[in-house]
């Protein structure tokens, strides 16, 4: 039995197939590609949505163009053992995963994530800044952020880094950022009113970025993204970026209006400001 099996998974059985037929294999080049190139859409929609396994345009690719190549080879091969010219069945193949290749363009962007914006800062001149985010990051996380962040001025929490002023009424709006080519998975922070950052409200600056720092530290909970850093010198893989504590701006108000540095990172380092 088992030698039997053998023979039949050879290529003398596999010739052993009923002909095909031009029509029927003029059907199967021009269909065929358009399952490889709907499986090929899905897996990677698959490892996109559920960020397992490759997620790089070019893994997908390669996997695109080698099952076409086997299936142009299979089909060609199919033709010649019907007596059929295979140049026209691999051209035919080709062609149709060409044009399968350029309509799958129209198929929805489902692989990647949507930006998310909640929030309102309003028409005001203002500012911003961004956070990295992790995975686990969605838009309940976002929610929850927006909410913490408006109540930071009712809270009091922008006190030490005011030196005593009225801190304005700050709008924030959120946006979730998804991880691009250029860019990683992060939060967009932008808010208004504007602050003048090298001035009078560096170091409320300072604290507005280290507050959404902390507060987004307490409510993301996923591990570091792995972008697949590497040593530019060494070509080493440094693994996901893994941040170190945070830092709490330290205002010297004295010097506030002195026109020098008057924001430092440490007690010793705001000690020997001048």
Known sequence: MLTAAFKCSTVACVNK??????PALRRRAIFLPAIVVLTVWLLNVVALRTHVGPQHAGFWMFIFIAASAVLV??????????????WRTVATTVTATVVWFFLSGALPDLGSEPKI????????????????????????????????????GPSGAFAEF????SVPDFRFEL???PAGEYNERLIDVAYTPRLDIGGADRCLSFGLSYLFDTT????????PVDYGYVNPSTGEKLGPYIRG??????CRCDLRHSGREWVAWSQQAAEALR
Request: glycine content about 12%; overall charge positive.
């Open 216 to 223: 987004l530290a307490e409510i993301d909970h996923g591990p």
């Open 73 to 86: 080879w299979s089909l060609g091969w199919r033709a010649k053992h019907s007596g059929v010219p295979p």
């Open 17 to 22: 197939q009923t002909p095909l037929s031009p």
């Open 245 to 250: 504590p945070l830092r709490k701006p330290i």
């Open 117 to 152: 914006t909640i929030g309102d800062r309003g028409t005001r001149p203002g500012g911003g800044f961004t956070h990295s985010i992790s995975n686990a990051f969605q838009r309940a996380q976002l929610e929850t952020l927006q909410a913490r962040a408006q109540q930071l």
């Open 175 to 177: 946006t979730l950022e």
């Open 162 to 165: 005011s030196c005593g002023d």
